[in-house]
């Protein structure tokens, strides 16, 4: 294998064809040229995003997105309702007060994803907030949080749903003008399977109504000189775009829209669902509570007898294998296997027959190609 | 000529080299591979910025390094002096009001240089200013302001020297440390000669101070925490790089160092004298007043009897040339050319050429060849 195989939640590996498009010469950002491709990917995007709503593109990490969604929403003294159940949860809380919000924080406990009942109680008590943030796959602990069952209550609320999807979109539903999703985030390098660095977000009338409202001290992100350049005729950023990444993200989601959006989210579920079968046939422990995994990554306990160094140290080194490790308190306690993007049985059966080896050296045992063997039934199943 | 030959001030036209660069496949951004690279093209970014500071990349566009070097030094009420001569000087003046600062502004007609009279004579004024910015290159006029006189006079001062050499460096002088820069900021896609989408910045201790006294609803371009993830071992960034870009970046530094800084810097002022001797024998009329001239830009009067429609519609669909037009109240009335990057003798003679053809065919009059022969005549004297 030439090159090292990324099982890591993103970013993960970028198909060829994205990377020769991504390589093309650079064409001017403000001419016709660009207007079109910068249109017809911004297109793309909503469709991806299953919504009506126009899409943005961010020369930006995902990380640029949820400051945008949040920092063109909320005001010193704004109540924001933060459902907190992993590092990216946090992040989004972390915003919130940045920008002078008051947070309301439901603490979920890492490795499990929110209730919505408990979210409906907090949102009685409560009938002045703004907004309610929730990330859709929280990636640090592997869980996938429900919000289409929170979109449904949120529809009796006043409050924004804000969703961050970075890890989730083009991977599991996401359906932003169903679910009811005023402002949806999303990242180039997670399900899409484009290189990192470009972001994009889509907003509804509800949402634009409260960022009109809004004077925030924002100016790389600000959202509504993001409109006034989208509309522009070619549409055109306010700022230099990265052109390169928007190839990438065209060539990116041609290939979601040409694999078929469901058929892509089935082979998400699918691999994570082999990826469990896998790990529990090896006697590994998965870290999130049962029901509550996310489709996209799957976190599993560090067993005893092995170091977070050893474990994904053999995989890096002597197999070539990239996998995560635990963020914040779960360092060393958890390892991560990103199954999305383009990544799956093929490079699930290397990690796993890889992994198989790499436990054995470590002295654990079972039988030799079980894990691959859980793998190939979830697939048989299931093609 | 298969591709449009990009004759803007940046994106401007990408080596093979470096696009090939980008191409590479993606590694992990918390691995030890991407710390060496990120490191190794850091430390290039500081020798081009000629400084013994560390640097660091952002990604985002020029505009994102702008931000965070308002964003993270001025809080509400701080005086700042803003020294505006054209679009991107207002631009860190509407950054500094976006971040609560009181702008204290020195207007310099629109063409022009600023004084390094008049910027003495302010600061003696307002002995409390927290930092005095300019944009080193203003391209929306095609000015070079004189950072390194204004560093002389700001060594007798408390507040720090924000400069922003997003469109000069590599192509014109800016030795950080030598003129006493406290924040130098840049972009990847102009003289650097790589695509849009990473942008830098380097910080010396005085400005570090500043910083660190500051409190500011900053996130993703927070600098604070920038500095805590560059010193991790291996160096990080705090949220996901574009990965590809730092690959593309580091192959435009390399290219640039083994030019040799100083040989690069004397090949755009051959080619910003020579762009300036052929428009002239054209008839043409320069629009910054003399001495004030721009290294790594023209900008040329829009000579009556032509549109900016003609004249750069002409240019790039007869003859696939992209020039740029002007900016806001310059619209129509001025047209620049790019001589940034890898941009030289080659490119202008082929722009020269057909813009010629162009001007020959709105009717103006003049020796056909004059203008390359006006370049010919600049290069060879300089080569």
Not at 91 to 97: A, D, G, I, N, S
Not at 137 to 156: L, R
């Amino acid at each position: 294998m030439e090159d090292t195989l990324l099982m890591i939640p993103g970013p993960t590996t970028v198909p060829k064809r994205v990377l020769d498009a991504m390589a093309q010469p650079i064409v001017n950002h403000r001419g016709p040229v660009y207007g079109e491709i910068l249109e017809e990917t911004t297109a793309m995007m909503s469709e991806v995003f299953q919504t009506d709503n126009k899409s943005y593109l961010l020369t930006g990490s995902g990380t640029s997105a949820m400051e945008a969604a949040i920092a063109n929403i909320v005001e010193k003294g704004d109540k924001v309702i933060n459902v907190v159940s992993g590092k990216f949860g946090q992040r989004l809380q972390q915003l919130t007060e940045v920008f002078g919000g008051e947070s309301i924080e439901i603490a979920v406990p890492w490795g499990q994803a929110a209730d919505p009942e408990e979210i409906k109680r907090v949102l009685d008590e409560n009938d002045d907030v703004k907004a309610l943030t929730m990330i859709h796959n929280e990636s640090s602990t592997a869980v996938v949080n429900p919000i289409q069952e929170v979109g449904k209550i949120m529809k009796d609320y006043d409050a924004l749903f804000v969703v961050d999807t970075v890890s989730s979109l083009a991977g599991d539903n996401v359906k932003v003008d169903e679910y009811g999703l005023d402002i949806c985030l999303t990242g180039s390098q997670k399900c899409i399977a484009a290189p990192p660095g470009m972001a994009a977000i889509t907003i509804n009338d509800d949402a634009w109504k409260v960022i009109d409202s809004v004077d925030s001290p924002t100016y790389y992100l600000d959202l509504k000189a993001m409109r006034k350049s989208g509309d522009k005729s070619p549409s055109q950023t306010p700022y230099t775009p990265n052109v390169s990444m928007t190839y990438a993200m065209r060539e990116a989601l041609s290939m979601v829209l040409e694999e078929g959006l469901d058929a892509r989210i089935k082979r998400h579920h699918i691999g994570a669902e082999a990826t469990r079968e896998a790990a529990k046939t090896l006697g590994l422990d998965l870290f999130a509570r049962e029901g509550d995994y996310s489709n996209t990554l799957t976190a599993i306990n560090m067993p005893e007898g092995v170091t977070d160094n050893q474990l994904r140290g053999t995989m890096r080194n002597k197999y070539q294998i990239e996998l995560a490790g635990g963020q914040d308190h779960l360092k060393g306690n958890i390892f991560r296997i990103g199954h999305m993007g383009t990544t799956g049985l093929h490079e699930l059966a290397m990690t796993f027959a890889c992994l198989e080896m790499t436990l054995k050296e470590f002295g654990f045992e079972f039988e030799s190609g079980a894990g691959v063997a859980a793998l190939e039934d979830i697939y048989l199943k299931n093609l």
